[in-house]
């Protein structure tokens, strides 16, 4: 990396952390399944479900009650689907 | 890279991946979510997909490209939780993103790094994974486009207004 970002870590951090990195594959590689853990995708799934009903609900409101969306969010969409510079300029933003 | 066949190699080349873009990765993630702690949580769940995946991985992509699209999608995924969670707590989440530390940098050239930094903190997420890659890991933007899936064009936009309101900001912290 050429440029400095202005950030620090513990000493001696990236050496830990390619250790504990490397044991991943061992960590991974044989696993017992605990009793009922067949059931828990299932179970996982039917929360997940239940959990978006009420974050879509409660981000939903919480949107609304902000007044919508910010600047940031409405040029991030108009870049995603295509505008051009001169276009957003023309907007105004 | 050469693909490995069997379990042993397979690991060999997890290591290898480990090795070569551990560090690079960490800094992708650090800019991204700002904390040390976060970032490295973020980390171990990049390579533990990229190791279960790793069986799957076809050997005529770029595994840099396709390890530096796991981390930016973990990190974007982590930001939009963060953000339903400040919704659910009515908190901000403005406080987090600027908790760049500036005390301990003794050189004014340290000192404009960090305010940098901050400034990059306060663009919204994707801008920031696009500009931490074109800036500071000076990529391509064809590159960018392969791990982030955007369209060249919209990734100069992207970065355009990302160095617009850094700059602002600069002009008004000064």
């Known amino acids: ?35 009922g853990a067949k059931w828990v995708p299932y179970l996982a799934l039917a929360s997940f479900f239940a959990a978006a009903v009420v974050l879509g609900n409660l981000f939903l409101s919480g949107t609304t009650g902000r007044g919508g969306a910010t600047e940031d969010e409405i040029v991030e969409y108009l870049i995603d689907s295509g505008t051009t ?9 | ?27 992708h993630l650090r800019t991204m979510v700002g904390s040390h702690d976060d970032a490295d949580d973020l980390l171990q769940d990049v390579f533990i997909k990229a190791w279960k995946a790793l069986p799957g991985f076809r050997g005529d992509a770029d ?26 707590t009515f908190r901000s989440l403005d406080g987090e993103a600027l908790s760049v ?30 500009f931490h890659m074109r800036y500071y890991e000076e990529m391509a933007y064809e590159q ?6 955007t369209s060249v064009g919209a990734l100069k936009a992207s970065y355009h207004f990302a160095y617009e309101k850094i700059k602002q900001y600069v002009l008004e912290e000064n």
Do not use: C
């Open chain 2, 1 to 27: 890279m050469r693909l490995y066949s069997d379990m042993d190699s397979a690991e060999r080349q997890f290591q290898d991946l480990v090795n070569r873009y551990s560090e690079r990765l960490y800094w």
């Open chain 2, 63 to 88: 595994i840099f490209t396709w390890l530096w699209r796991i981390a930016t999608n973990e990190a974007l995924g982590f930001l939009r939780r963060a953000k339903v969670r400040s919704i659910l």
């Open chain 2, 144 to 149: 960018i486009s392969r791990i982030t899936g």
């Open chain 1, 1 to 35: 990396m050429k440029k400095k970002i202005p950030y620090s870590t513990p000493d001696g951090y990236f050496e830990a952390l390619k250790r504990r990195l490397s044991d991943i594959p061992a960590e991974h590689r044989t696993q017992a399944r605990p009793l």
């Open chain 1, 85 to 93: 510079l001169a276009q957003l300029y023309e907007y105004n933003f």
């Open chain 2, 101 to 130: 530390p500036d005390t301990d940098a003794p050189l004014d050239a340290e000192q404009a790094a960090a305010r940098l930094q901050k400034a990059i903190a306060s663009l919204p997420p994707k801008q920031r994974a696009v």
